[in-house]
Nanobody, 125 residues
Framework: EVQIVESGGHWVQPGGSLRLSCVTSGFTFEDYAINWFRQVPGNERERVGCIIMGDDRRYFDPFVKGRFTISSDRAKNTVYLQMNNLEPQDTAVYYC??????????????????WSKGTQVTVSS
């Protein structure tokens, strides 16, 4: 019954922008932290950031360098990742995941309840 559907990844030139969307259903949206991760083949998965839906707190990994933002449309149970000034190093499969609100920052990846299937982002000339 639970669904978490991600879309928006494709090829973009360095310096360009993309917006990824994460549409959820089947659980209480406001009780969760919605997280963004990314993974390069052969590398470990790393966190991009998250939004705590209960109070709209947002967190980002330092590599973001102020280029990304997370927003939400509560009426649509949807979270967006806006990525600006993209760099080749941002090339990866990006995932959306829902995890518990632990009252601090983003929950650990092992605590995620639901995962999207991922979407490929490729940044190159």
């Amino acid at each position: 019954e639970v669904q978490i559907v991600e879309s928006g990844g494709h090829w973009v030139q360095p310096g360009g922008s993309l917006r990824l969307s994460c549409v959820t259903s089947g659980f209480t949206f406001e009780d969760y932290a919605i997280n963004w991760f990314r993974q390069v083949p052969g590398n470990e998965r790393e966190r991009v950031g998250c939004i705590i839906m209960g109070d709209d707190r947002r967190y980002f990994d330092p590599f973001v360098k102020g280029r990304f933002t997370i927003s939400s449309d509560r009426a649509k149970n949807t979270v967006y990742l806006q990525m600006n000034n993209l760099e080749p190093q941002d090339t990866a499969v990006y995932y959306c995941a829902a995890g518990p609100d632990i009252g601090l920052e983003c929950p650990n990846s092992y605590a995620m309840h639901y995962w999207s299937k991922g979407t490929q982002v490729t940044v190159s000339s």
